[in-house]
């Protein structure tokens, strides 16, 4: 059976950094891409970033120069680096694999991935 599974969370205080691991136990990486979601209490679930089958990252503006998100296709897994963090990253972090057709292209909206993770808590707070 598939598994996305999360990890990394943690709090940390405004300024700090924080690196979340996504483990995929399916298909190698270069046939999927993976997204990396967030959604705050009260808030609509929000992609932050992803990278495509051919590992192109795409980062939403909120993070762009903070957080870069790669991959290790040895290890099937996908690392988002969060630098600079900010109260308004705190959030659940979500990890999800998309069998893509698309090899440049990965997409922001939750609604095109097939599997998901369970969650990571990241607060950051003073």
């Known amino acids: 059976q598939l598994q996305v599974v999360e990890s990394g969370g943690g709090l940390v205080q405004p300024g700090g950094s924080l690196r979340l691991s996504c483990a995929t136990s399916?298909?190698?990486?270069?046939?999927?891409?993976i997204g990396w979601f967030r959604q705050a209490p009260g808030k609509e679930r929000e992609g932050v970033s992803c990278?495509?089958?051919?590992?192109?990252?795409t980062h939403v503006d909120s993070v762009k120069g903070r957080f870069t998100i790669s991959r290790d296709n040895s290890k099937n897994t996908v690392y988002l680096q969060m630098n600079s963090l900010k109260p308004e990253d705190t959030a659940v972090y979500y990890c999800?694999?998309?069998?893509?057709?698309?090899?440049?292209?990965?997409?922001?909206?939750?609604?095109?991935?097939?599997?998901w993770g369970q969650g990571t808590q990241v607060t950051v707070s003073s």
């Open positions: 999800a694999e998309d069998v893509a057709l698309s090899t440049s292209y990965c997409s922001s909206r939750g609604t095109e991935y097939d599997y």
């Open positions: 399916g298909r190698p990486l270069d046939y999927v891409a």
């Open positions: 990278i495509s089958r051919s590992g192109r990252p």
